[in-house]
């Protein structure tokens, strides 16, 4: 039996900054060394913090997202959780073999608005304090939790600023992408810093170019989860099979299931757009390269999944796909191909979690380790059983 977030926490006590070997917060990051070796398993802990509220979780958040690092290839060194005199302030250092070193500064949506200067004194006083031997192995990175209208102004100040060869940003979901990718695909710790050192501020786009690319090299069709303008994934050889099998499957029946992940953006969470999409406008919208317009038919059944949230409502297809883009669709020029929607459920306010339990339950996850990389599953538009659709909008 895998043990929760909650059912840790509760265990360890409550985090704070109290020194000792035997503290909460240092059982915590032991617990994490010595159990969490999976980037599935570690993506279940950071979405829990993602849904939940209150210091708790925002310093297990910092925690998880510095034990990622290690994924990454990092030594990593932990931050405090909360600033004090006389002390460097950073959420997290990350040192490479090579010598080059990441400074973590961890950011939600909860958090008042971002100053670049604060992460570049941070910088500095680890260079003056010789933790960082040289200013010009180090740049700082911005972890967004969750995307809302500060990460653009963040990566514009950063533009504006002339700071791009010392700052860098990456949502959380992203960074966990790249884990998966070194983990699933090969990708080597040099291979990682060869991303986030000559790029531009924004990693996000870097690493959905990356996917992209693996998706093709494994013969792959681009589906995107829609209303999100940069994401796509990469599932492996296994998964194709599956949604190959799963696709002949579904359209053999009278009406199909699908699952369709749905991102926030900087101006509209996920769960805005399902419900001012689904739930008010009865319409869906899929991109211009998705195969997804050639397969969906009137009597399809759709479940709308919110990136980090759960499966929030459920809906039937009465058209096909028709190329008319709209202003009410989010970047109507990448997600042209709109069909219409009836019998809408919407349950915003009780999200079915794709925990790892649900998973057990899953055809779709039959003989893989619920604990693995399970990104595959949400990151795709994809076909599932009709048994999958019920138990992932609460019918089973």
Known sequence: MTITLDQVLGLVGTLDDTPGDDTPRERFRRFL?????????????????????GPQYSRALQDLVNHLGRFLGFEVTYGRYQGVRGEVGFDGLWKSPTGFHVVVELKTTEVYAVKTAALLNYINELVSSKAITDPGTALGLYVVGRPDPELRSLENAIIAERKTGRLRVISVDYLLSLAELAKEYG???EDVLAIIRPSGPNLDPVVDLMIRLVAQSRGSVEVTPEASPRRVVAPGLAQLQDLETQTAAAHQS???????????????????????????????????????????KPGDWIAFYAANVGVVAHAKATSA?????????????LYPWVFRLSDAVLYLDRPVVIDRTLRSRLDAFQGKDPDGNWAWFV??????????????????
């Not at 060394?33 to 509220?53: M, P």
């Not at 796909?321 to 020029?333: K, S």
């Not at 990151?379 to 089973?396: A, C, N, Y």
Request: aromatic share 6%; hydrophobic share 35%; charged share 30%.
């Open 321 to 333: 796909p028709e190329r008319r883009p709209g202003e009410v669709v989010p970047e109507p020029g």
């Open 379 to 396: 990151q795709v538009m994809r076909p599932v059983s009709e048994h999958d659709f019920k138990v992932l909008t609460g019918q089973l």
């Open 254 to 296: 009278e009406g199909a299931y699908w699952i369709a992940p749905v991102r926030s953006t900087e101006d509209e969470t996920a769960e805005a757009c399902i419900a001012r999409l689904v739930g008010k406008e009865h319409i869906f919208a899929i991109r211009e390269t998705s195969p997804a317009k050639k397969r969906i």
């Open 187 to 189: 990708l080597a710790h």
């Open 33 to 53: 060394r010595e159990n969490l070796s999976e980037v599935g398993h570690l993506r279940d802990y950071i979405e829990a913090c993602l849904r939940a509220s």
